[in-house]
């Protein structure tokens, strides 16, 4: 999701708490599998209960968030998008020395040069920092 459509769902959201948790769950459910995995894996990221996952991720209108539940949902999606921008860095790390190696193979035999592995790593530095 861009950046801007998520900051436009949130102020829609702000006056709604159960939307705005859906849109938690449903976020840290990811994109892929079946929709019980994806409300097993939002309930395990966020630290809930799978039935009170599945209930938000439904926006059951008997659902009722507190602001301590909001508020903990929202810094573990924040502290998850965290550790997966350092995880892409350290993956870009990589294929730059794996790059930097190969360079230095190649020029001791003459062999191909390893910018395809430069140009995937400059990638990953990318979508690290948002981009």
């Known amino acids: 999701m861009s950046e801007k459509r998520s900051e436009g ?3 829609v959201h702000a006056l709604n708490p159960r939307a705005e948790m859906q ?3 449903r976020e840290a459910g990811g994109p892929m ?3 019980k995995q994806r409300i097993a894996r939002a309930a395990r990221r966020l630290g ?3 039935n009170r996952a ?8 008997r659902c009722v ?7 903990a949902a929202r810094a573990a999606m924040l502290a998850r998008k965290g550790a997966e921008r350092d995880e892409l860095r350290e993956i870009a790390a990589d294929f730059e020395a794996l790059a930097q190696r190969m360079a230095r193979l190649a020029a ?5 040069s390893p910018d395809p592995f430069r140009l995937l790593a400059g990638r990953l530095r990318r979508l690290a920092h948002g981009g």
Do not use: C, N, Q, T
């Not at 001791?108 to 191909?112: A, D, F």
């Open 65 to 71: 968030v507190r602001a301590d539940e909001l508020d």
């Open 23 to 25: 849109v938690l769950v």
């Open 33 to 35: 599998g079946p929709v």
């Open 48 to 50: 809930i209960g799978f």
């Open 108 to 112: 001791s035999s003459g062999g191909e």
């Open 54 to 61: 599945k209930d938000l991720y439904y926006a059951d209108p």
């Open 9 to 11: 769902l949130m102020s």
